[in-house]
């Protein structure tokens, strides 16, 4: 259930870690001055939120929050619950939420005003993949790693049905695994 189950690798571990490292440095320059609050939504991000943030020479702290879609029909319609919230309170602090992957936009359009009702300083989102063809919702994360087509990518932390999460790669999955 692994590289025979990918149609393509898209990114290599060592592309991954090339483009991390470039916005952690974003990110570094960005929040000169700063300690923002790193916040990391489960479960998808973990990867990326790991190597990223050992790459962030900021004094930061990390947090994690849980948010899933419910409602009407397919995964990306509906209202969205916190099925985690913070530890922290944000209040004033400079909240950066990682993700892994920004796909219709429901989940972050819906998920940011309910943060920024907690005032914090500032709110912005880093995204490792952003699928735009796929948006239902207008949504634009502040970083994003790789801008990709509409294809069922796991690896890196993104899973088919909770799998392929520890793949140190980014695969195209073989539409026969998930017919
Ligand atoms: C994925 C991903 C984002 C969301 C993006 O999470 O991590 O949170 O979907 O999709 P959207 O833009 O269509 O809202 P998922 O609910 O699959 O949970 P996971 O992180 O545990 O894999």
């Known amino acids: 259930m692994m590289e025979q189950d990918m149609q393509e ?6 592309a991954l870690a090339r483009r991390v490292k470039e916005l ?7 929040y000169a001055g700063k300690s923002p609050l790193i916040v990391g939504t489960l479960r998808g991000s973990f990867v990326f939120m790991a190597d990223l943030v050992r790459q962030i020479n900021l004094p930061l702290t990390v947090d994690f929050l849980s948010a899933s879609s419910y409602g009407s029909g397919t995964e990306s319609s509906g209202q969205v619950k916190l099925k985690l919230d913070l530890a ?10 990682i993700e892994d992957i920004v796909d219709s ?3 972050l359009s819906k998920l940011l005003p309910e943060l920024q009702k907690r005032g914090p300083a500032s709110l912005k ?3 490792l993949l952003d699928k735009p063809e796929r ?5 634009q994360a502040n970083y994003v790693g790789f801008t990709i087509p ?3 990518v796991v690896g890196y932390g993104l899973d088919f049905d909770q799998h392929y999460r520890q793949l ?8 026969s695994v998930y017919e």
Do not use: W
């Not at 690798?9 to 060592?14: Q, R, S």
């Open 135 to 139: 948006r239902v919702l207008p949504f």
């Open 24 to 30: 952690a440095d974003q990110i570094t320059q960005d």
């Open 168 to 175: 140190p790669y980014i695969g195209v999955l073989k539409p």
């Open 105 to 107: 936009g429901n989940t």
């Open 150 to 152: 509409d294809a069922f």
């Open 125 to 127: 989102v880093c995204a």
């Open 88 to 97: 922290d309170d944000i209040s004033g602090r400079d909240v950066l939420i």
């Open 9 to 14: 690798i898209l990114f290599t571990p060592e």
